[in-house]
């Protein structure tokens, strides 16, 4: 007789033992010749040594087919856990869908929904560099955070950093309460927003607690060496060209960088020229850096902005 010891801390036990226990029932079913006790977020199996490795080996499938499909099933615990179906695959790791980049909550599917969003993910997947340059509302940041956690659960990175600068948008917000992550938490909200969608909320929380995910303000990037990471600049229009060069050098071995922005939205003070702009000319044509342009055909926000990006810059040149 042995024991095996599972630990659960970066899931939610709720998220894998079903509501009632009911997944856990299904899965003590399809191992009937072994004791398991779930206690919080530990899970403890008792049994011969010979079912405990191939229950150890399907229940890590399992919740390989949770990270990426963001939830359990009846059918998905006899497809894996039965150990009748010895000669089970992870056919569904192999998705015939190419635009899916990740799999994210509740079976939510994360896909390339433009050509240009399609160009971002062909583009990362041959460039240690890549720089997206486009309206408002045409994903540039939901692609590029999609493409991060995609490179986090293929292990291609061991850390994502995600960041922007702390510029207010024409509007001055005054004294903000609380301590720094609460004046600094507003500027990067979208980012938050763009994980809670791709994560289990349990994993979300334990990858930022220990570090693999990173949220901050541009400033906090000076003097870093990113190896190993998945790097995304957003609201890069934001940022002076020394700002940008000091994000661009932090780049350091096995890293991904994305930059991200739009230079029609530019909310430096007058007469300072935006980063992204300077950079889009003078690096243009590099090897290992790539630019794509988005523009209104990959808008997928409500049809109205796509109408009124186009009043204003009609405006632009009348």
Known sequence: MGERIINLETYSPLEIYGVNDANLSTIKQTFPKLKIIARGDVLKVIGDDKYLDL?????????HNYDRFGKITENDIHQIMDTENA???????SSKDADILVHGRDGLLIKARTVNQRKMAKSSQKNDMLIAIGPAGTGKTYTAVALAVRALKNKEVKRIILTRPAVEAGENLGFLPGDLKDKLDPYLQPLYDALRDMLPTQRLLSYLEDGTIEVAPLAFMRGRTLDHAFAI?????????????????????SAKFIVTGDITQVDLPHKQESGLIHANRILKGTPGIDFVYLDDRDIIRHKLVTVILKAYNNQKED
Request: no cysteine; hydrophobic share 35%.
């Open 233 to 253: 600049l957003d609201e890069a229009q934001n940022t002076t060209p020394n700002q940008l060069k000091m994000f661009l050098t932090r780049m350091g071995r």
């Open 87 to 93: 000669n089970f695959k992870e056919e569904k790791s």
């Open 55 to 63: 229950f150890e080996e399907r229940f890590k499938l399992l919740l």
